[in-house]
């Protein structure tokens, strides 16, 4: 069995951050990584990030995964493992991690958890069949395996990852016959949406799919009107000729390492589901054990990023690595995500975020901090 | 009129009715047999003297409303669904009408149907209110539904869609092949937390660890026991997150004792 | 919640659920049960869910072929529109020592007399039944035809909605807080949805059958340790029946639905109610499982659990009342068995708490046995 | 299927290698699941439920189970995430998978 200072688990925006934040501490840290690449879904991101200059606004997510990906393997102090699912965290803390097929345990002293999210779906006649996608499917086919998903597309959400992805078919080349969403407003930022609905792309609010149509692969899809109570109107119903159907409607915190070791959780619908309670210093109720990213509550990349940072430097501390500038670090990142929070936009989020929060004290009692 | 159409007159239907006085009193019967017949399972099916004794078996009933308390009892016994009940005092709005209803598919409880009148037109959406089918009422199941007050007189049918059933082809567990109807089944049977969904069903036991299904269990629930989702639990978590090949295991071990050595 | 009961049950676990049906059978009206959770989702749920009649005691044969037989017709007999999944591919026993051999040949006789028509095989006749059993260190087995596994959950559901069916009532949901005595007599059971006076109370809780008895004021002599089981992927038909060893200290078996399922036993458990699972077992358990049966290298493991054995010193249960607290009655301690003997229980039980002609008697089960020391030990259990 | 040009990305794909899809020669790239390269192909449905209804990938990430094949006569493997090699022998899965 494998001893490790800190284990990082996940490569996306959070886990880098939080790798080189630790790493920059002077702490020895392990990444497990599920995918072959580093980046999470950065690597599909095409489209330019919004946030400041500290979060890399205006450089597209894909570059701002390769910038993180190339400081990461600048550290001597932390060692990647690609391709490496971890399959449980056990009481004893011991860690087991399925990489490239084989199975290796490793003991941590302390582990910060960026698992992300997992994709939510829909239940229609037929949303099983061939040609019915999640919208992170369609995204690693195209931008990651330079495959077309299909001809023709409907996509189902006009959340942000729905209206990017209706953007970057377009951009491969596919043809998207309309957007649908069963809200009465579209969800995402109103710039993502103007961008596609200027190309002629139908924005259709209250509308949803009735069914999926096809035999082996999906032929067709018909949606329908809802009313304003969200009941279907026999009658309105339309039907699309598409080979592809794009379901994007909404994303979960992947949280079952944190129920498997026992955190405590706690339903918040504006963060996606449960998420664990944490201090505002990323700890969650149990020692040592860290969250950052989606899987402590669904926001964007920039927030992950900043959250990544912080809670790396959280573990550091909690692993008695004493850094000069720790305070001022921590408020610098502590403002950072206030600001990528203010606003109207940011309104759930900061609701969200006042149910999952408890003192530090709280969250971790053995810990006077 | 009737003998062309099967349709009765109004005169004939306004015969079948009680007075004002008793129709505010609560349920009663409206017998519409208007045919002298040889049968008379309304008057036997009465256990209240409701349909006063028949002096000869081709006579029409002849309801006695102080008697009749509307309990239902000779709906389903009629041969010629001839008898429906009323209840005027079921609400501010809206009065009750039960109706015999042989065909399948059968409204469900909650559904808004088209009512339909004596000759088949549509009359209004109503609300089905129960759908009685016991044993003893052998097949001849009898549908309550919520009608307009100045309908009651006019409503004697319903049509309930016809759509193809899509129940089987609405997957919400694709390890299992778990459908959307047989989680709402579990949960109208007293199966309110997704694990008790889960033992059951199966549904979130297979390779997919409940990733694709839970949420969509989570909201059917609270959306038919009308919980705040927010106090539904995901169900048990456990080791281990992804499946994996028991003979890498042995590897892994075999490869730590020799380390071991 | 209703105030005023006849019986308590306390446990909706397949011992409860069955001592409800039987009461309610048997014209019992008010007969309530109280579940923590949900139905079957203690001990019950958590076990391997296999039904054996080799045992090595004259009781335990006794009660176990009496409740095989039972869920032989169960869908029927108790009318479950769904399907309890009794599937009877035997039980094949495997023995790696000589004295494992004769301890075999013993059980086989003790149960051929009472009517479960085990029988001895030899290896060669073992790799007929199962072509993939990896024999080597093996010395023989025993094998019975009509021992199999069902679906723990359908089976607590059927005895459930039958019971409801003949007016008893189960509250789920709903945890017992506390057991009122009142001079050495049951009085009221406490729970946190509300109180009900009853003059009957049976404590069916398995895994925490010590925590209800003590809220009676009572100190029964068991405890509960946690045992681990694994699972893989469903996978097309390949094992019929359960594959058991004591020595090697494994059960696995194939369930219909085609997963694999698999169980040891740690003697080093500590005496606790914790239901977490360890890697240690995963890694002892995948050494015995694809030892004994070499194909499964290539199995996919899925998930693990654990559930509560509630164990008594002979490892056979406590059946019956409690001397000190009238009306407070046991069916406890069932050592890692008490869902294959759900059916008896739920018999035997309901005739013993009415003061019926017993089935079988079952006096020898009581309480009592502890303290005079009368102990047979049930010499098979995994 | 292929994108060959993109206004944002390039792609480098690797070397062209050839596997067999239900026996039939299929080319795909190095550096890719199984699954794009089926899909690349025009192949959509991957394998077949216990009810025999088609199955495509879903997830693409390894989390569902709607993409489970049989490669190189071992079943239950999830293409969306397992690398592409040259020679595979890669087929249609029906039902649960067999070990034996």
């Not at chain 3, 006789?109 to 060669?124: A, C, P, T, Y």
Request: aromatic share 6%; glycine share 10%.
């Amino acid at each position: 069995m494998k001893n490790v200072e800190l284990l990082v688990i996940g490569g996306g925006p959070a886990g880098l951050c939080a790798a080189i934040s630790a790493a920059e501490a002077g702490v020895d840290v392990l990444l497990a990584e599920r995918d072959e690449w580093l980046g999470g879904q950065l690597v599909k991101q095409t489209h330019m990030f919004f946030g400041s200059e500290k979060q890399h606004a205006s450089v597209r997510g894909v570059d701002i995964g390769k910038l993180l990906v190339k400081k990461v393997e600048e550290y001597k102090n932390v060692e990647v493992m690609k391709n490496a699912t971890v399959l449980g965290l056990y009481e004893d803390r011991v860690v087991t991690i399925q990489q490239d097929g084989n199975y290796v345990k490793v003991n941590p002293k302390s582990v910060i958890i960026t698992t992300g999210a997992s994709e939510k779906t829909l239940v229609f006649p037929n949303n099983d069949l061939p040609g019915v996608y999640g919208a992170g499917a369609v995204q690693t086919l195209m931008n990651v395996y330079g495959v077309k998903p299909g001809n023709k597309v409907l996509m189902v959400g006009a959340g942000n990852i729905g209206l990017i992805v209706s953007y970057q078919l377009m951009q491969a080349g596919v043809d998207v016959e309309a957007i649908v969403d069963a809200s009465p407003n579209i969800g995402g930022y109103l710039v993502h949406a103007s961008k596609i609905r200027r190309m002629g792309v139908p924005i259709l609010t209250r509308h949803t799919v009735k069914e999926a149509i096809g035999k082996e692969a999906l032929e067709a899809a018909v949606i329908w009107e809802l009313d304003d109570k969200w009941q279907p109107i026999p009658g309105s119903e339309q039907k699309l000729d598409v080979d592809v159907m794009c379901i994007s409607v909404g994303l979960t915190p992947l949280s079952e390492l944190l129920w498997q070791i026992g955190c405590k959780m706690e339903f918040v619908g504006e963060l996606g589901g449960f998420v664990p309670t944490r201090s505002d210093k990323l700890q969650t109720s149990l020692d040592g054990i860290f969250v950052a990213g989606d899987v402590a509550g669904v926001e964007e990349a920039s927030s992950a990023m900043v959250e990544g940072s912080l809670a790396g430097l959280s573990a550091s501390s909690y692993l008695g690595y004493k850094i000069d500038v720790v305070k001022e670090l921590e408020r610098d990142y502590l403002n950072q995500l206030n600001d990528l929070r203010s606003g109207p936009v940011g309104e759930k989020i900061r609701q969200g975020l006042a149910k999952a929060l408890i003192s530090e004290q709280a969250a971790n009692p053995g810990q006077g901090s | 009129m009737l003998e062309k159409t099967g349709v009765p007159t109004k005169e004939q239907i306004d015969s079948a009715f009680p007075s004002e006085e008793r129709m505010k009193k609560g349920p009663f019967v409206v017998v519409e047999c208007f045919q002298k017949i040889p049968c008379n399972p309304c008057f036997t099916a009465c256990n209240r003297d409701g349909i006063k004794a028949f002096e000869d078996i081709n006579d029409l009933p002849d309801v006695d409303h102080d008697n009749c308390n509307g309990c239902t009892l000779c709906v389903s016994k009629c041969p010629g669904l001839a008898i429906f009940v009323v209840d005027m005092t079921y609400s501010e709005d809206k009065a009750l009408l039960k109706i015999p209803y042989e065909f399948l598919p059968l409204p469900q409880e909650g559904d808004r149907v088209m009512g339909l009148s004596h000759g088949g037109e549509e009359v209004e959406k109503v609300e089905v209110i129960k759908v009685q089918n016991p044993k003893g009422f052998d097949k001849t199941p009898v549908i309550s539904l919520a009608v307009s007050k100045d309908k009651v007189k006019v409503i004697r049918s319903i049509k309930v869609p016809k759509e193809r059933d899509r129940s089987e082809d609405e997957i919400v567990c694709r390890c299992s092949d778990v459908t959307l109807e047989e989680v709402r089944e579990l949960i109208r049977t007293g199966h309110t937390t997704f694990d008790e969904i889960k033992k059951i069903s199966r549904i979130g036991m297979g390779p997919c660890q409940g990733r694709t299904c839970s949420q969509l269990v989570i909201r059917e629930i609270a959306s038919i026991t009308g919980q705040d989702p927010s106090s539904l639990l995901p169900g048990t978590y456990r080791q281990i997150v992804k499946s994996l090949e028991m003979g890498k295991v042995i590897e892994a071990l075999e490869k730590e004792e020799q380390e071991n050595k | 919640m209703v105030k005023t009961a006849e019986v308590v049950i306390i446990g909706g676990g397949i011992s409860g659920c069955a001592i409800a049906y039987n009461l309610a059978k048997k014209g019992v009206k008010d007969v309530v049960v109280i579940e923590k959770g949900y139905l079957a989702s203690g001990a019950t749920g958590s076990c391997g869910a296999g039904i054996r009649q080799q045992w090595g005691t004259e009781m335990n044969c006794k009660i176990a072929k009496m409740s095989c037989e039972f869920f032989e017709t169960a869908n029927e007999e108790l009318q479950y529109d769904g399907d309890i999944e009794f599937k009877q591919g035997g039980y094949l026993l495997l023995a790696s020592t000589d004295k494992e051999h004769e301890q075999f040949k013993k059980n086989v006789e003790l149960q051929n007399s009472l009517g479960i028509h085990s029988r001895m095989l030899n290896l060669d006749e073992a790799k007929k039944i199962v072509p993939h059993l990896n024999t080597e260190g093996l010395v023989s087995t025993a094998f019975y035809e009509k021992d199999g596994h069902l679906n723990p959950f359908h089976a607590t559901e059927a005895y459930g909605k039958a019971a409801e069916r003949l007016g008893a009532k189960i509250y789920k949901y709903t945890e017992v807080t506390g057991i009122e005595v009142e001079n050495g007599r049951v009085k009221k059971v406490k729970t946190d949805k509300g109180d009900i006076e009853t003059k009957v109370v049976v404590n069916a809780a398995g895994g925490h059958s010590q925590v209800i008895a003590e809220m009676a004021g009572v100190d029964i002599p068991v405890y509960s340790e946690r045992h681990q089981i694994l699972v893989t992927e469903p996978l097309e038909p390949l094992l019929e029946p359960m594959l058991m060893s004591f020595s090697l200290n494994i059960y696995c078996q194939q369930v219909p639905h085609g997963g694999f399922i698999m169980g040891r036993g740690d003697d080093t458990e500590p005496r606790d109610l914790r239901v977490t699972s360890s890697w240690q077992f995963l890694d002892e358990m995948i050494k015995t499982a694809t030892r004994v049966l070499p194909p499964l290298k290539k199995a996919r493991l899925l998930r693990q659990w654990a559930g509560l054995y509630n164990m008594t010193p002979d490892r056979q249960p406590i059946y019956g009342k409690v001397d000190e607290v009238e009306g407070f009655y046991l069916a406890v301690g069932f050592s890692g068995h008490g869902f294959m003997f759900g059916p008896a229980t739920g018999l035997l039980m309901a005739e013993y708490i009415l003061g019926e002609e017993p089935t079988i008697n079952i006096d020898m089960l009581g309480l009592k046995r502890f303290e005079s020391g009368d102990l047979i030990l049930e010499p098979s259990v995994v | 299927m292929r994108i060959e040009d993109h206004p944002v990305l390039e792609f480098k794909r690797g070397k062209k290698i050839s596997f067999t899809y239900n026996g039939e020669k299929v080319e795909g790239y190095e550096g890719e699941t199984i699954a794009a390269a089926l899909h690349a192909a025009g192949v959509q449905v991957l394998s077949y439920s216990d009810r025999h209804r088609p199955r495509g990938f879903y997830c693409a990430i390894g989390n569902c189970s709607s993409c489970f094949m049989e490669v190189n006569g071992e079943s239950n493997v999830k293409v969306c995430i397992e690398p592409l090699q040259e020679g595979m022998d890669v087929k249609t899965q029906k039902g649960k998978g067999e070990i034996v």
